[in-house]
């Protein structure tokens, strides 16, 4: 966390780019390629992904913190996917980019043990100590309590990771649980304080700890709220864009430094050379441009972010 922090203050945009790289959303010349030269083939969808990955990443890795690739986007293709984000997962490190897989894992003791090695430690091989997907953080569904998430904390203290564990999500439907009471408590809101105590051992010099949440931009009175009664947590905030929601919305995310918060979109720049009407031959320049009126339109209502 304190590694995005510092990352988000140099490039003053607290934005990340969502990498759910469906095919639909790959121009044409590149599918034609890979199908001509793989067929039609999981192996053709994988290599279409990671060109166009690729491609996005060299056009904003100097301009935006951080990717979040959308794990069951690549699933979907079979290995050759996982393999696809990969890849991803390792270019982007390269360029300098902070990686959050976005996997949403919920499960509980040696199993979830499994999961946090897989997407930010290493498993043992033969005795070797090998790196899986080696994102630097991992979103959570913390909805099975301490059992879910205890397991991943060892982890993120030995080599320096961190988890977004979900609080109040962007969805419509996310009301129908996560806004009903306990005693007088939300259920989000006892999620946050959930949150905040799994992180009190592990807060940076920032005032962050290790432990962050998802907090949705479609419902912005919550997230004011939530801001408030979570201090010590850095928020994950999904809804820009193509969900609805916009700067103003997301404002009240933020501390009085502009720290507290990341904000997605995924669709809206993907699919920036579509709004163009261009042909996609311009894809990932097109990328760019949104990717640099999102960071305007953030930093409209945030402000300087200092350290």
């Not at 991803?88 to 490190?93: N, S």
């Not at 807060?203 to 419902?219: D, F, L, P």
């Not at 760019?288 to 945030?302: N, S, T, W």
């Amino acid at each position: 966390m304190k590694r995005l922090i510092e990352k988000i203050a140099q490039m003053q945009n607290p934005s990340v780019v969502g990498l759910d790289s469906l095919l639909d959303y790959i121009p044409q010349h590149i599918k034609d390629e890979k199908f001509a030269t793989y067929g039609d083939t999981f192996d053709a969808a994988a290599q279409s992904i990671l060109e166009y990955n690729k491609a996005i990443i060299d056009q904003i890795c100097d301009i935006v913190p951080a990717v979040k690739p959308q794990a069951a986007y690549y699933e979907m293709y079979s290995w050759q996917g996982m393999w696809a984000l990969c890849e991803t997962v390792k270019y982007a490190q390269e360029k300098g980019m902070i990686v959050i897989m976005d996997g949403k894992r919920n499960d509980i003791g040696s199993t979830m043990q499994a999961y946090a090695k897989a997407h930010l430690g290493t498993s043992t091989v033969n005795g070797k100590e090998l790196s899986a997907f080696g994102s630097d953080m991992l979103t959570v569904n913390g909805y099975l309590g301490s059992d879910g998430v205890n397991p991943l904390l060892p982890i993120c203290d030995e080599q320096d990771k961190g988890i977004f564990v979900l609080v109040k999500t962007s969805n419509p439907s996310s009301g129908e649980l996560q806004d009903q009471k306990i005693g007088d408590k939300s259920i989000y809101e006892t999620m946050g304080a959930m949150c905040e105590q799994w992180g009190s051992q592990t807060e940076n010099n920032y005032g962050y700890s290790r432990v962050g949440a998802v907090v949705g931009a479609t419902y912005p009175e919550q997230l004011a709220e939530m801001r408030q009664k979570m201090p010590h947590t850095f928020f994950l905030v999904p809804g820009y864009g193509a969900q609805g929601g916009g700067a103003n919305d997301v404002a009240g995310a933020f501390d009085k430094n502009g720290l507290g918060a990341i904000v997605n979109s995924s669709r809206a720049i993907l699919t920036a050379w579509k709004k163009a009407g261009t042909d996609g031959k311009d894809f990932a320049e097109q990328a760019r441009k949104a990717a640099l009126a999102m960071k305007e339109d953030i930093m409209g209502v945030v402000g300087k972010i200092t350290l």
